[in-house]
Each structure stands twice: as C-alpha cells, then as structure tokens.
Nanobody
Framework: QVQLVESGGGLVQPGGSLKLSCAASGSIRSINYMRWYRQGPGKERDWVASLTSGGTSDYVDSVKGRFTISRDNAKNTVFLQMNSLKPEDTAVYYC??????????????WGRGTQVTVSS
C-alpha cells in the first residue's frame, strides 16, 4: 500500500502565500505522476497541477503564473507553492500520486486533503 500525508494548509489573507507538501510512502517502486486537485465549497473536485517523472509540469489556467508544482525525488514528496492567493482559491487541496508498485502493477492514490482558506 501507499500512504500520502499532506500538510501546509491554513488561513491566509488575499495576496498571501502558502506551500503545500505531500509525502508518499509505502510500497513504491517509482512515481510516474504527481498531481494536485482541489474541491471548493459546493463544487466538484478539479485538477490544479501535475508533474511528470520527467519534470514536465502543467497547470489549470486559473493558477498559471501563481502556483508552482515541484518534487523532491529522494523523499517522494510533491510541493505546491501558491502565491498571490485569491478568495476563489479557497478549497480542500488533495494530492494524487500515480506510481508503480514494488510487486508490479501500477495504481494511483489520494491523500486526505488539506484545507486552504483565503480570506481577509
């Protein structure tokens, strides 16, 4: 099994910054994709950013230029640096990891989420 532990959420004023972390552990042979999603109040869960094993990143248009996804390969950890935060960024943020497992096969796993609230 694979466990994901997210941290770094909280309350921040508009224009502020937060950095989310998601550490993956368990029966991981290699990580293929690491992604962040978010679910705002009364909304569906939406994709925010992704990072491939080769280092290619992609973002939803609404966060381009403000958010940066990165990873620490040695620690199987993905980060989401969020700058210039807006009230509409308020959501529960989830990390999602697609990985190959030590006994073969491939699957994706979800963290439990971390709350980000942007409010004055």
């Amino acid at each position: 099994q694979v466990q994901l532990v997210e941290s770094g959420g909280g309350l921040v004023q508009p224009g502020g910054s937060l950095k989310l972390s998601c550490a993956a552990s368990g029966s991981i042979r290699s990580i293929n994709y690491m992604r962040w999603y978010r679910q705002g109040p009364g909304k569906e869960r939406d994709w925010v950013a992704s990072l491939t094993s080769g280092g290619t990143s992609d973002y939803v248009d609404s966060v381009k230029g403000r958010f940066t996804i990165s990873r620490d390969n040695a620690k199987n950890t993905v980060f989401l640096q969020m700058n210039s935060l807006k009230p509409e960024d308020t959501a529960v943020y989830y990390c999602n990891v697609d990985c190959s497992l030590v006994w073969g096969g491939r699957s994706d796993f979800w963290g439990r989420g971390t709350q980000v609230t942007v409010s004055s």
